[in-house]
């Protein structure tokens, strides 16, 4: 009896340590403070502090997936931002409060503590830390006197979202040579509706270069299992180019307008063909590649008699492949012969050292900067890298404007040939007649 009674007080202890286990994701030791009903107020709500606050439940499975990155994030801002969890399942009332309807639920609790804002993010410290962040920089901004920086950011025109069916999906994106992204979504879904805005300002914000579509995979169910979706809101990714339904990956940025946009720009970057390295011909090849591009690198290469078609593709070829490194930035590439284009070469400044010579052009800014080194691979290769970041000294345009040219016949790939001189006939010329101070 009495080894019984151990045995049912060990079973009980046991099970006591587990269920308190099971019932606290967090332990004591965690940098992840514990927070219900009765601290609530006065550690968040009421606090100057910015809260990053998961809503949990401990018997949900994401939840449980979702400890170590959200334990992470804590331990990265501790000391900078607080970081704290509620056990939803258990204090239901905070969580009706602030509308929690699914797990797990982050919100921010930052300028206006009863109106904290939702988390759609990506699920990693990364991601979590760079939207905690975010908002302690708007709260600093908003005590400045200065709007949030949100309120800056281009609004979203949910227009340009285009709506796909199980009818026109393949027709519409398979079929198109664009980029997509899809938002496989459901009406009733929490996190689909936080995502919306963020969705419409990335397609405006990508209109031109990328394509986004939505599809309520509640009514177009068809779509949604050839895709695998299981939980809403899914997006999937479609490349460039032929597509076909295997064309499909995971979409892997974050939530925001800001994260989807800069995300689909690197993919946008990483399938977009090395650029064409064009010669100056007219104004609208200059204008193109200066005006339609964040930078244009102007080349002027010496003139035909001086290096001829050996010569000058070889300085081509190191164009080229510099373009092909470069490519993701998505330079305008453009090369004229030395004094075909006086005006372009005295805007830059270019050509006093001598050909070939370099010069990039910001147009927006109407700011350049100078090639000093040497015109090789690894003489501008150092030139380009240190403008993409950030370094290197630059000069205002004279008459902060790109200058009109005339058109000329291209370059015919040919060597150059010096102008054959006439011969002239003297035979009926009297030198007799001529004055002696000609002769």
């Not at 939702?118 to 410290?125: I, V």
């Not at 069916?165 to 496989?184: A, G, I, K, P, Y």
């Not at 209109?207 to 299981?230: F, H």
């Not at 689909?264 to 007219?282: D, G, R, S």
Request: hydrophobic share 35%.
């Amino acid at each position: 009896m009495i080894l019984r009674c151990l045995q049912l007080s060990a079973f009980l202890v046991l099970h006591f340590i587990a269920s308190s286990y099971v019932d606290a994701l967090y332990p004591s030791s965690s940098d992840v403070t514990d927070l219900n009903e009765a601290n609530f107020d006065r550690l968040v709500t009421q606090s100057d502090h910015i809260w990053v606050v998961e809503f949990y439940a401990p018997w949900c499975g994401h939840c449980q997936q979702f400890v170590s990155e959200y334990s992470k994030c804590a331990t990265a801002l501790k000391g900078i931002i607080k970081v704290g969890a509620v056990n939803a399942d258990e204090h239901k009332s905070l969580a009706g409060r602030f509308g929690v309807r699914g797990f797990p639920t982050v919100k921010i609790f930052g300028t206006n503590k009863q109106k904290p804002e939702d988390y759609s993010g990506s699920r990693t410290a990364q991601g979590l830390v760079d939207a905690a962040i975010s908002a302690a920089k708007d709260k600093a901004t908003a005590q400045l006197g200065g709007k949030r920086s949100s309120d800056s950011k281009t609004k979203g025109n949910k227009e340009d979202i285009i709506e796909l069916t199980d009818s026109n999906f393949d027709s519409t994106v398979l079929d198109s040579e664009d980029m997509w992204l899809v938002e496989f979504y459901a009406p009733w879904c929490g996190h689909c509706k936080n995502l919306a805005p963020h969705w419409a300002q990335a397609a405006t914000e990508l209109k031109g270069k990328v394509k986004l579509g939505a599809l309520d995979a509640t009514e177009n169910s068809r779509k949604a299992g050839e895709y695998g979706v299981q939980g809403y809101p899914t997006i999937k990714y479609f490349p460039p180019g032929k597509k076909d339904k295997s064309s499909a990956e995971e979409y892997t940025g974050g939530r925001t307008g800001s994260d989807i946009v800069n995300w689909a720009l690197e993919k946008l970057a990483e399938n977009v063909p090395a650029p064409e390295i064009k010669q100056i011909v007219n104004n609208g090849i200059l204008k193109e590649a200066c005006e339609e591009h964040p930078l244009c690198v102007v080349s002027v290469l010496p003139h035909i008699l001086d290096c001829q078609s050996g010569c000058r593709n070889s300085y081509i070829k190191i164009l080229t492949s510099l373009g092909d490194k470069f490519k993701k930035k998505m330079w305008g590439w453009v090369w004229t012969e030395a004094g075909v284009y006086p005006e372009l070469e005295q805007m830059l400044e270019i050509g006093g050292f001598g050909y070939p010579a370099m010069a990039v052009l910001n147009a927006k800014k109407m700011k350049y900067s100078i090639l000093r080194g040497s015109f090789s691979y690894d003489g501008i290769n150092e030139f380009l890298r240190d403008l993409s970041f950030g370094r290197g000294s630059t000069a205002p345009v004279k008459g902060a404007a790109l200058p009109k040219i005339e058109s000329v016949d291209p370059w015919d790939g040919k060597d150059g040939e010096l102008p054959v001189d006439e011969d002239i006939d003297l035979s009926d010329v009297d030198l007799d007649d001529l004055p002696k101070d000609e002769l």
